[in-house]
């Protein structure tokens, strides 16, 4: 991977950022997706059990709505969150400024590079240590693709972000979802709905967000 953090050729913000093959090679829209295959019904998105994959959903408290999907794989971390997008334009080339301004304000730091899915953000965030140890940092990727009316964004942290090995094997979990964008609408940048699995799956669990 490049780090491209000084280079003049940024894309425009309105542009739509996935890699070439995403249509094949996923993340995948539910129009791609392989019918027969098993996956995990979460609403707006789609996943495909693997041996070793532990699912947790992410619930707002005040809400109780699921607002995110945590899946635990490979010594790594991947929280995935599916928002509604324009059909024409994408939105991961804004949303990423955001993203490194509020990490800025935390007293983080971000470096944007080029990565399997595009540009991505490696962040280092400060982290209370506790029992008086201070502060600390954790490293996070910051991952977003572009899809047909949909945008996927994901958080990767643990091994998957430090370790190329590891970071292979969370990238093809992400490159294996499926987004569930539906026919209602939907303004930009609302999250799609999900839900709990209609069916027990997996070591799946609850989580407050």
Same mark, same amino acid.
């Given at each position: 991977m490049s780090d491209i953090a000084n280079s003049d050729e940024f894309p425009e913000? %309105?542009?739509k950022s996935a890699p070439e093959d995403r249509a094949t090679e996923g993340p995948h829209d539910e129009a791609e997706a392989n019918p027969v295959r098993p996956y995990v019904d979460l609403g707006g998105v789609k996943i495909l059990p693997r041996e070793g994959l532990h699912l947790r959903l992410e619930i707002e408290e005040g %809400?109780? @709505?699921v607002v995110a999907i945590?899946?635990?794989y490979a010594g790594s971390t991947l929280q995935v969150q599916p928002f509604a997008a324009p059909r024409s334009s994408g #939105?991961?080339?804004?949303i990423r400024d955001?993203?490194?301004d509020q990490i800025s304000k935390q007293g983080g730091t971000t470096t944007l590079r080029e990565g399997p899915f595009g540009p991505e953000l490696v962040a280092e965030i400060p982290v209370a240590a506790g029992q008086g140890?201070?502060?600390t940092s954790r490293l996070a990727r910051f991952i977003g693709v572009d899809g047909p009316r949909w945008f996927l964004r994901g958080v990767i942290a643990g091994e998957g972000a430090v370790n190329a090995d590891a970071a292979g094997q969370i990238e093809d979990l992400f490159r294996s979802i499926?987004?569930?964008r539906g026919s209602a609408p939907m303004p930009p940048r609302d999250l799609i709905p #999900? @839900?709990?699995?209609a069916t027990p799956a997996g070591s799946a669990e609850p989580g407050d967000a």
């Open positions: 913000a %309105s542009a %809400s109780k @709505r945590g899946l635990d #939105l991961w080339n804004e955001q993203i490194a140890g201070g502060e499926v987004v569930v #999900l @839900r709990m699995p």
